[in-house]
């Protein structure tokens, strides 16, 4: 069977839930990405236009550092990356996290949850970090 992890990333709790339940279901190994520089309520606040959060999503070149080491991913046939949807994106960091992963040769999936907004334009974002990574 093919050996799955789980990165998700997730300040709320709702996306590691789904991390957990999918985790479950496939055997998977999981990893929480965290963010080396912790996000306060007030970084989170999307009706504040220079909260944090905002003006990274607003940022193309913003990219977040993570906490640690990243997994290594030599064992694995299958990475899935789980994440919330902020300002219809990924949360940059999730860019930080793909460009210093070698996803060369994986099967990679991922999924999000959101107050509403659809995967569609996240997806474009993750399918050129996916083939910037190849
Ligand atoms: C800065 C910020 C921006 C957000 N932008 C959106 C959005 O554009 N569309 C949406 O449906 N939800 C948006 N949300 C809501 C989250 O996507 C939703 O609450 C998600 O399930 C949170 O996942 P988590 O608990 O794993 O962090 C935003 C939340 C934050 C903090």
């Not at 999981?30 to 520089?37: D, N, R, S, T």
């Not at 977040?64 to 990924?90: A, C, F, M, N």
Request: net charge negative; proline share 5%; charged share 20%.
């Amino acid at each position: 069977m093919a050996k799955t992890i789980i990165l998700y990333f997730s300040k709320t709790g709702t996306t590691e839930k789904v991390a957990e339940v999918i985790a479950s279901k496939l055997g998977a190994d999981v990893y929480q990405i965290v963010e080396a520089v912790p996000y306060t309520n007030a970084d989170l606040n999307w009706n504040n236009p220079t909260s944090r959060a905002n003006i990274e999503q607003g940022d193309e070149s913003a990219r977040p550092t993570y906490k640690g080491e990243l997994p290594d991913l030599t064992s694995y046939d299958q990475v899935i990356i789980g994440h919330p949807i902020w300002w219809g994106r990924p949360p940059r960091i999730i860019q930080t996290v793909m460009e210093n992963l070698n996803l060369a040769g994986k099967r990679v999936a991922t999924f999000a949850t959101s107050g509403g907004s659809t995967y569609s334009e996240a997806q474009a974002v993750i399918d050129q970090m996916v083939k910037n990574s190849a």
